[in-house]
C-alpha cells in the first residue's frame, strides 16, 4: 500500500522514473544534486515505490524525541559528524555487519553551494568493496532515478571524472547551488 501511494503521489506531481537498481543488497547511492528539503521528500517517495529499505547518516543531535523515532522509522542513522569519530570506517563496518545495506549519501553535506563534493562515499564504497549507484532528481524534467552504477576503481580522479560527467546535466532545483564542475 505504501509503494502504490507513494508511486501515486509522485505521478500525480509530474514525475517520472528513470533508469533501475542494480542487483545485489549492499551498495551506496548518492543522492545528488541536493540543493532543496523537496529532494529528501521526492527521494524517500521514490524509494518507498521501489520497496527499497534505504539508511541515510543524520546528525546525533537532532535524534531527541519525537524526531528521533521519526528520523529513524525513515532509515535515519544517528552518527557524530566529527573528523575524529571515523564515520568511513564506521560505515564499512556497517557494511560488513550487516547482510543488506543500501547507504544514500549527498555528497554536498549540504543544500547550499559548496566547492568540493565530500569524499567520505567513494572511501565507504571502497572500503566496503561495494558499488556505487549514481542516483538523482532533475527538476528540469521531473525525473528521478538512477543513472547508473559504477564499481569504484581506487583512482579517485578518473572516478570522479566519470561521476561529474553523469551530473552535468542535471537540474537541481536550486541550480546556483549546484557545482557540478568541482565534483
Known amino acids: 500500500m505504501v509503494a502504490f501511494l507513494s508511486k501515486m503521489a509522485l505521478i500525480l506531481f509530474g514525475w517520472k522514473e528513470e533508469g533501475r537498481f542494480p542487483e545485489g543488497k549492499k551498495y551506496v547511492v548518492v543522492a545528488a544534486p541536493h540543493t532543496s528539503m523537496f529532494d529528501f521528500v521526492w527521494g524517500r517517495l521514490y524509494y518507498n515505490w521501489r520497496r527499497k529499505s534505504v539508511r541515510f547518516m543524520v546528525k546525533d543531535k537532532y535524534f531527541f524525541f519525537p ?6 522509522s525513515l532509515g535515519a542513522l544517528p552518527v557524530k559528524m566529527d573528523k575524529r569519530v571515523g564515520l568511513v570506517k564506521l560505515m564499512v563496518e556497517e557494511f560488513r555487519r550487516r547482510d543488506e545495506f543500501l547507504l544514500t549519501i549527498t555528497p554536498e553535506a549540504t543544500r547550499k553551494r559548496v566547492n568540493r563534493w565530500k569524499m567520505g ?3 565507504i564504497a571502497m572500503g566496503a568493496q561495494v558499488p ?16 547508473t552504477t559504477i564499481i569504484p576503481t581506487g583512482n579517485e ?27
Do not use: C, Q, W
Not at 524526531?67 to 529513524?72: D, I, M, V
Not at 556505487?132 to 543513472?147: E, P, Q, S, W
Not at 561521476?163 to 537541481?172: C, L, T
Open 67 to 72: 524526531l528521533g523515532f521519526l528520523l529513524k
Open 121 to 123: 562515499f567513494y572511501h
Open 132 to 147: 556505487i549507484v549514481l542516483g538523482y532528481i532533475d527538476y528540469k524534467t521531473k525525473t528521478l532515478g538512477v543513472k
Open 157 to 183: 580522479e578518473v572516478d570522479m571524472e566519470i561521476i561529474r560527467k553523469v551530473y552535468e546535466s542535471v537540474g537541481a532545483r536550486h541550480p546556483e547551488k549546484f557545482n557540478n564542475e568541482k565534483i
